[in-house]
């Protein structure tokens, strides 16, 4: 997967599971700037990663999992 | 998988049915809560064009159910379901189910579901703090707390209820102790779940999930993730949600009356490997050799199903010789001609021969699911009858068996022996018609039958089969008025109320029972609530004989005049004049709904050729 198209997975996730319009959630997006962005939608976006990159998270990974950014982080790690 | 952009643009250009369809296929692909999240958002405008039951489902719950909901509304939608739902407090169930006040009372669910877990119910037991002593006290207590919440329950709602089992540790704390003797924790966790099942089968309208035997069936080890729990007290795993959502659906699809009654299949490589046509009756592949034995499998799943009751038809493209010659001198075959009420074998497209089906069994062809290993015919059927159930098969026939048996539109409740005798019904129904090609004039016909009738109060023995037929029966049903077990007896406890059942059978065998009225009495008019007849028996002027009944009994009982509704739906049109044939006026209507109304000081006539059977003489 490309590094765009890992970018528009997340904010499509995010976007959906905090019910706002995609263009509202940015690389900076996270639960302090998107009130949307509740401890509820959190656990929906760590469950609709797991089950599109096929990996399960580590309990270390999910606390840094805070904003777009740190998303993508995690799973370029990952990747890596 | 279908891009998001081609679902927003179907649902732009208005083709509903296509767009709920790409939509089933990327939710398919990829069931996350997002993706569910995705399609509720994109149903939510188009939700009238889909013709969906409306169902109201309360969710209560010990541990965190949250990312379940939008999985479970999108898999419903799918299957013609608008779920509405109420997820009660966390841990809360017990005081929402006894507190006369609770939201779960003001939110007048159809069904709840009762999802607890071993660790929260009986924690001494799952940690390992009890002793073998306790083990018989606790599930005692456990069985009692259930008791006491279905009564509360049943005291202020008919709503069903879903009873979880609780499930085994996957390491028992005693080690491989543990399963030694019959004192051990998976052992007491087997009593606490008998005894459930115990007080669930005393209940009307109770009905239990074996949540242990689905964590089995998936894997326990990786039902649930330990990182989730101790981060997020959540039990389930990322992929476990949706396995649990589907489990839910198979009991929610019969309460909602979105089920199919028949099955109709395909035969080359379906039921037998390769074509008979090339291959010769001694070429094709079925036997105890792979790939034979697969597709024995694949008949042995068919064969229980018609022992549930699903109607059985062929619609195959062959030489109806060759396919005849298979059933009639394969030594391997399970199923056999009498399995089926309706053969297509020709060269006509699949789409045209599940029309006449359905027509021919006098079905909606909503009710009907479709077996095929072809992808072309099963994508042709989608896209021309997108009501049709089609069932997707993997590549390859190992895992057919297992796809069909995982197909929930074939899933009930309660199987009636109407649901048994099913098969028979319609076997006798193809020598009915043999009859009818040589009678002289239709009244020839009936006294031919001989038609004896039962006309009887239900009783406790008769009212699961009463609820069953207001809930299915669709065509011949002058009101669709759906009621549960409860609200029938309910009814049949009232003085006001009465709840006849018809039982019938003629020379070629029984129907069961197959009508229902429904009435009440106020003053001097009896209204007629529901008046229903399953498909089975229509056009042989049972139907009459129903009606003629209720108003003899009304008169009787001092009624001067009967009324009833016809409400119309999307399928009861057959039922429409029935009321104005029998000598009813119509004194309202509105919106295509009519009210018509009955003088009873004349007499509604018996149709002399079918016999009424009284209390304690033979059928026939």
Known sequence: MTNEAMIEKVRNIVAEVSEVEIERVTLQSSPANLEEWDSLAQVNIVLSLEQEFGHQFSPEQIERMVSVEKILEVLTAQAA | MPDRKEIISAIESREHLRALGLMRQLFNEAPTPAN????????????????????????????????????????????????????????????????????????????????????????????GDSTAADSEALAARAGADIEHLIG?????????????????????????????????????????????????????????????????????????????????????GADSFVHLAREYIRFLLPLCGRVCKALVIDLDNTIWGGVVGEDGLDGIKLGAEYP???????????????????????????????????????????LRMEHFAATRINWKSKAENIREVASELNIGIDAIAFLDDNPLEREEVRMLIPEVHVIDLPDGPAHFAAALRSTPVFERLALSQEDRDRGSYYLAERQRAQLQGGAVTLEDYYRSLG?????????????????????????????????????????????????????????????????????NRNGEVCEIDSFLLSCRVIGRSVETALLSHVAREAASSGMRTLRGWYLPTRKNAPSKDFYPKHGFRMIDESDGKMLFEYDLSKELGWPDWVKLRTEGSPTR
Request: hydrophobic content about 45%.
């Open chain 2, 152 to 236: 509360a329950l049943r005291s202020r709602s008919n709503a069903h209820l879903i009873l979880n089992t609780l499930e085994m540790p996957a390491y028992p704390n005693a080690g491989i102790f543990d399963g030694q003797g019959n004192a051990g924790q998976c052992e007491t966790i087997h009593g606490v779940n008998r005894h459930m099942r115990e007080v669930a089968a005393k209940n009307l309208g109770v009905y239990v999930l074996d949540y242990d035997a689905l964590i089995a069936r998936f894997g326990r080890l990786s039902w649930g993730d330990e990182s989730k729990w101790l981060t997020m007290r959540m039990p389930l």
């Open chain 2, 292 to 334: 034979g034995n697969a597709y024995l499998e694949v008949q042995r799943a068919i064969v229980d199903l018609h022992r549930r009751g699903i109607i059985l038809a062929i619609c195959s493209k062959n030489n109806p010789e060759d396919a005849l010659e298979v059933f009639k001198r394969h030594d391997a075959m399970l």
């Open chain 2, 451 to 519: 038609m004896v009738v039962e006309i009887a109060a239900v009783t406790s023995r008769t009212i699961a089969r009463v609820a069953q037929l207001t809930q299915k029966t669709n065509q011949f049903n002058l009101t669709t008025r759906r009621y549960s077990e409860q609200e029938i007896t309910a009814k049949a406890a009232d003085a006001r109320w009465r709840v006849d059942a018809l039982t019938a059978g003629d020379r070629f065998g029984d129907y069961g029972l197959v009508g229902v009225a429904i009435t």
């Open chain 2, 36 to 127: 569910a999240q995705f399609v509720l958002k994109q149903a939510a405008p188009i939700r009238e064009h889909l013709a969906l039951v409306p169902c109201r489902l309360a969710i209560l719950r010990s541990f965190t159910v949250e990312p379940l909901v939008p999985i479970l509304r999108a898999i419903a939608l799918f299957q013609g379901i608008d779920l509405i739902v109420q997820v009660g407090g966390f841990n809360a169930y017990s005081k929402e189910l006894l507190d006369p006040d609770s939201d779960l009372y003001e939110f007048n669910p159809d069904v709840a579901i009762l999802a607890t877990q071993t660790r929260d119910v009986l924690p001494e037991l799952w940690n």
